[in-house]
């Protein structure tokens, strides 16, 4: 089963366009593998929840079930509260399925982006797999991966962030931490989101404890999909006050406990390739 989280806020011109992509996708995906789409609505005001409740009423989700979930939180208890919900829907603990947290501003270029993601997580040791993300219509890279260096005092950036996308951008390889826009989890591996943070570092937070547990984390360059890149953060400016606090909170607890690889990613374009 591939459990499909997404949170999403006055984002549903976004959200349609989003479902199509991803039926095609999961459409794609070896036939073993059921999904669910479990969607939390944080108090829209554009339709967004009667659209919801539209498609779950008459079951037009072409085959896919829908989850709905209302309420107002941050991006880390939102899916948390999600997770919650599928575990009291599903028994998925001891099982080979997976979590797909998929932002509402996310949009799906091609049919076989989420097949050759799932692709990577054939090693068992795998337990993440993060996307390549492009600028929506342009080739410009929005997340090729996760790296920590000195150029934003050994904080975490994205690896080769706004520059044009290319062959060293379309390997796969394995870093550290991904971004959670589009991000494949393994079941076994799933960690609850940290609280603490208010809609930035919980996805590097709980990447690097994943890391920790044993498991790897891969980033998939062989997808093409587009971002917007915080859509909704950008409707609401009010959570970028929180911006400074989660970088305390990040510092407090990870500074000086993962590697600061900058310098390898960028001096060899074939540093971790898969």
């Known amino acids: ?3 499909v989280l997404t949170l999403t806020w006055n984002g549903l011109d976004s959200l349609k366009k989003l479902k199509g992509g991803l039926i095609r ?25 009667e659209w919801l409740n539209e498609i779950r009423k008459y079951g037009n989700v072409a085959t896919l079930p829908l989850l709905i979930d209302h309420n107002r939180d941050n991006f880390a208890q939102g899916v948390n509260s999600l997770a919650n919900m599928v575990y009291d829907e599903y028994d998925y603990a001891n099982s080979n399925d997976f979590f797909l947290l998929l932002n509402n501003d996310v949009e799906f270029v091609d049919d076989t982006s ?3 993601m799932m692709h990577l997580m054939k090693d068992p040791k795998v337990g993440v797999v993060g996307a390549r993300l492009l600028y929506s219509g342009t080739n410009k890279l929005q997340h090729g991966g996760v790296i920590f260096g000195r150029r934003y005092s050994n904080m975490p950036y994205h690896y080769r962030h706004q520059e044009e996308s290319d062959k060293h951008a379309e390997k796969n390889r394995y870093f550290q931490a991904v971004t959670a826009a589009c991000c494949l989890i393994r079941a076994k591996a799933f960690q609850k989101m940290s609280e603490i943070y208010f809609w930035s570092f919980e996805d590097t ?20 999909i587009y971002h917007e890149e915080s859509a909704s953060l950008k409707k609401n400016p009010v959570n970028k006050m929180f911006l400074q606090q989660n970088v305390e909170h990040f510092k407090s607890k990870w500074f000086g406990k993962y590697e600061l690889d900058h310098e390898k990613y960028l001096k060899n374009p074939n540093y971790k390739v898969i």
Do not use: F, P
Request: net charge neutral; with cysteine; proline share 0%.
């Open 1 to 3: 089963m591939i459990y």
């Open 114 to 116: 989420l097949l050759k």
């Open 25 to 49: 996708n999961l459409n794609n995906v070896d036939t073993d593998y059921d999904a669910v789409w479990c969607v939390r609505d944080n108090g829209s005001t554009d339709g967004t929840a």
């Open 205 to 224: 937070d709980l990447c690097l404890r994943i890391k920790k547990a044993g498991w790897k984390i891969a980033y998939c360059g062989e997808t093409r």
